[in-house]
């Protein structure tokens, strides 16, 4: 296993087999020849284990096999690094909050001379960095990053950032379209969620979306709002078992949610209440027997266990490489954070193509990226949601079960929506769709 920590960028940053492998710089004069790529992500803390390090061996799969020019159809013949330059990677801790990820982004543009950023996690970082990127003229992929907010919000009219997966919107409409096929006659619905942005957009996302698509449905005004990485779940557990409603709505994600799970458990929660889960395919491995069956779980797309059988050469590729790697079958984050990579590979190669052949500059990169649709590892991203900057992409959710057979948690009763379905039309903020009727949808 590869073990990443804070590093200065243009250094000699890895033992000599494991930097040329990786394409690290050694010294002043390799540095020109270099794409310097920013990764942070969670490396400690609650975000860790089942999010940020899965994020980093996702990248670290693709980058590597990007400077070797080893990736397979449909990028075999693109030839090595980005635009024929390799990639200086820069993998650090996203942990400490925004405050802390602001002065380190300033640092490592002004200072350390990144080339551009490929990650975050958590939408309040998001949310703090994409003003600065825009200020600073950097350009900046969010692979993950779940709040609508980045686009609709904080900066309407993007130029140098970017989003390569889909949003909460999606997340909760899909959601509301699941259990209106699978739970027509639910009697209510409450919510467990953290009380940041990601948390408050999940909830009110989907609780619009069950509004418009079965009204008559009630939901319980005491839906439970957590601290994020609070880790103690006793009082809101609580109050869901004395909860009428039968259905719980959950976007819980890292530490907090494999929290939640063995607390749940341990007091019956999941024998009582039917539990929808946004992310929790981030657990699914790591936990095995321990997540209990049953449940309902998306992904935003065809990410980690939903991507188990899509049967290309990039996908199998790629899942056999970080299984032999990291002995764990890859998750939601480490394809969206792989998916980040790939499209950072896709602008630069075709923005070099356009410019004859030359390495490309900035913008040429950003316009190479603008509305465009790529490859990603288990389906196509189409780059077509604010103007061009925020992806859309298929959306999936499921019945986690465990076949016995094979010893592993499969998904049953998988149902996939297109992304015209689940996500807002092109200039239409999603609050006011879900709203207006989610008009335009095309399911």
Known sequence: MINFT?????????????????????GAAKAAETVVMAVPTFLTGA????????????????????????????????????????????????????????????????????????????????AAITPVAEELKML????????????????KNPKYVFRTMGHATADGVAEAHYVKANMPGVKGYTGINQNYAWGQDSWRDFDLAMKQLMPSVPVSDKAQWPKIFSGQYGTEISALMLSKEPLVHSSLWGGDLE??????????????????????????????????????????????????SVDTPLNNWFRKVYMDRYSVPPVGGSYQAAQGVLAAKYAYDKAAAANGGKFPSKDQVIA?????TYQGLAAKVHM????????????????????????????????????????????????????????????
């Not at 990677?89 to 942990?95: R, T, V």
């Not at 900046?140 to 900066?155: L, S, Y």
């Not at 190479?368 to 465009?372: K, R, S, T």
């Not at 959306?395 to 057979?405: P, R, S, V, Y």
């Open 6 to 26: 804070n590093r200065p960028a243009k250094a000699a940053l890895l033992a000599t087999g494991l930097a040329a492998a990786i394409g690290f710089a050694a």
């Open 47 to 126: 975000g860790a284990p089942a999010f940020g390090v899965p994020a980093r061996n996702g990248a670290e799969v693709i980058i590597e096999a990007i400077n070797k020019g080893t990736l397979p159809a449909p990028y075999d013949k693109s030839g090595k690094g980005l635009a024929g330059r390799q990639i200086e990677a820069l993998i650090y801790d996203e942990s400490g909050g925004g405050v802390k990820q602001v002065a380190e982004f300033r640092n490592k543009v002004q200072k350390q001379g990144v080339d551009l950023f490929v990650g975050y996690i958590s939408s309040g970082t998001c």
């Open 140 to 155: 900046t992929i969010f692979p993950i990053c779940g709040t609508p907010r980045i686009f609709e919000e904080i900066n």
């Open 259 to 308: 929290a939640f799970i063995f607390q749940g458990a341990a007091r019956g929660l999941f024998r009582k209440k039917k539990l929808l889960f946004s992310v929790a395919d981030t657990s699914v491995y790591r936990l095995g027997k321990k997540v209990p069956t049953g449940v309902i779980l998306g992904a935003r797309g065809p990410y980690g266990i939903f991507a188990a």
């Open 368 to 372: 190479a990226l603008e509305g465009a």
């Open 384 to 443: 077509n949601r604010s103007n061009g900057h925020q992806a859309a992409t298929i959306h999936q959710i499921g019945i986690l079960e465990w076949d016995k057979e094979a010893g592993e948690p499969i998904m049953t009763k998988v149902t996939t929506f297109p992304a015209d379905c689940v996500m807002p039309p092109p200039g239409v903020n999603g609050t006011e769709w879900l709203k207006g009727g989610m008009k335009g949808a095309k399911c």
